[in-house]
């Protein structure tokens, strides 16, 4: 059972490059959500999915997109990188928490630099 | 304005405390808080509290949520340095999506 998978563990940027961070479930979970992570700081919500085709912003939506045409797959676009993406990115899915017991499940993780 | 304030930000301690972490929260349609451990990657789930007063434990860990007063703690007794990372407390708020509202975590150091 695989999980929650983030490719790629590690990436360098340039500023102004971009790229999309992948991020796939395999437990059949509606919710889906991205996060990232400063030094000494918790995790911030940048993205959420409520299912295929609907995507909401979260606390830090500037300078992402994102896109949920598969259950499985949400991932996370960074147009023009900017120094200030440099942070470690969480993909994480759940079920509804009502009725269920189970929290969200988190990837890895992608520790991105933005040079 | 921080919704999920953790305290201490950071302890040191060895081996063979007690200690307990402290969360403190303020969010509308409050669902549940949950309580996180953080190493070198991904956090792993802990408890889920969703009741006042009912203590969830687990080995040397419990947890207990008091809903009237808005805050949680996680105590740890018999520390090892297996212990060391960070924990992580999230509220959720309800209203469809299920997000997470995390606070800023507690570093805990566990020395031999």
């Known amino acids: 059972n695989a999980g929650v998978t983030q490719t790629p563990k590690f990436r360098i940027l340039k500023i102004g490059q971009s790229m999309t961070l992948q991020c796939t479930q395999d437990?059949?979970?509606?919710?889906m959500y991205w996060y990232r992570q400063d030094p000494g700081m918790g995790l911030k919500l940048i993205y959420y999915?409520?299912?295929?085709?609907?995507?909401d912003k979260g606390e830090v939506p500037n300078g992402y997109n994102v896109s949920r045409s598969t259950t499985e797959d949400f991932p996370l676009r960074l147009e023009l990188a900017a120094p200030s993406q440099t942070s470690v990115y969480f993909c994480?899915?759940?079920?509804?928490?009502?009725?269920?017991?189970?929290?969200?499940?988190f990837g890895d993780g992608t520790r991105l630099s933005i040079l | 304005e921080d919704k999920v304030v953790q305290s201490p930000l950071s302890l040191v301690v060895h081996e063979g405390d007690t200690v307990t972490l402290n969360c403190s929260y303020e969010?509308?349609?409050?669902?549940?808080l949950l309580w996180y451990k953080q190493e070198k990657k991904a956090p792993t789930f802990l408890f889920m509290l969703?009741?006042?007063?009912i203590e969830k434990k687990s080995g040397r860990l419990s947890s207990i949520l008091d809903k009237k007063e808005l805050f949680s703690i996680l105590n740890i007794t018999a520390t090892q340095t297996g212990d060391s990372a960070i924990y992580l407390c999230?509220?959720?708020?309800?209203?469809?999506?299920?997000?997470?509202?995390f606070g800023k975590g507690t570093k805990l150091t566990v020395n031999p």
């Open positions: 969010v509308t349609n409050f669902r549940s």
């Open positions: 999230a509220v959720v708020e309800g209203g469809g999506s299920e997000k997470l509202v």
């Open positions: 437990m059949n979970h509606n919710y």
């Open positions: 999915s409520v299912g295929a085709g609907i995507t």
């Open positions: 994480a899915s759940s079920y509804r928490l009502q009725g269920s017991n189970q929290p969200q499940h």
């Open positions: 969703t009741s006042s007063g």
